[in-house]
């Protein structure tokens, strides 16, 4: 495919039968995760070739599934690349070393 982006339909071609899938992330240039419905575990997110990816022009009976994974599943993006006040560090509280103790004065 020459161009791909997230949202978009797809048929991803496998070993076995060829399964309908939905973009969800293009983390390079060769890879995607793809949602897809396994025969036995459901709806799941796969990491796969872009090479063995292939448009579809019509939605599917599991689109619906596939979209519900997409929403309920958090972003992929780091808390560090968001930026904001706290990208410095991923921790709220102790940002600083504790002083040193004296003992028994």
């Given at each position: 495919?020459?161009?791909?982006?997230?949202?978009?339909?797809?048929?991803?071609s496998?070993?076995?039968?060829?399964?309908?899938?939905?973009?969800?992330?293009?983390?390079?240039?060769?890879?995607?995760?793809?949602?897809?419905?396994?025969r036995?575990?459901?709806?799941?997110?796969?990491?796969?070739?872009?090479?063995?990816?292939?448009?579809?022009?019509?939605?599917?009976?599991?689109?619906?599934?596939?979209?519900?994974?997409?929403?309920?599943?958090?972003?992929?993006?780091?808390?560090?690349?968001?930026?904001?006040?706290?990208?410095?560090s991923?921790?709220?509280?102790?940002?600083r070393?504790?002083?040193?103790?004296?003992?028994?004065?």
């Open positions: 495919m020459e161009s791909i982006a997230p949202g978009d339909l797809v048929t991803l496998t070993a076995g039968a060829p399964l309908d899938g939905i973009v969800v992330d293009l983390p390079s240039a060769t890879k995607a995760i793809v949602a897809v419905v396994d036995k575990r459901g709806p799941v997110l796969r990491t796969v070739d872009r090479q063995t990816l292939a448009e579809r022009a019509e939605p599917g009976a599991d689109d619906r599934a596939l979209q519900l994974l997409i929403r309920r599943t958090p972003s992929a993006v780091k808390a560090k690349a968001r930026g904001g006040a706290n990208a410095s991923s921790r709220d509280a102790h940002t070393a504790a002083m040193h103790r004296t003992t028994g004065k």
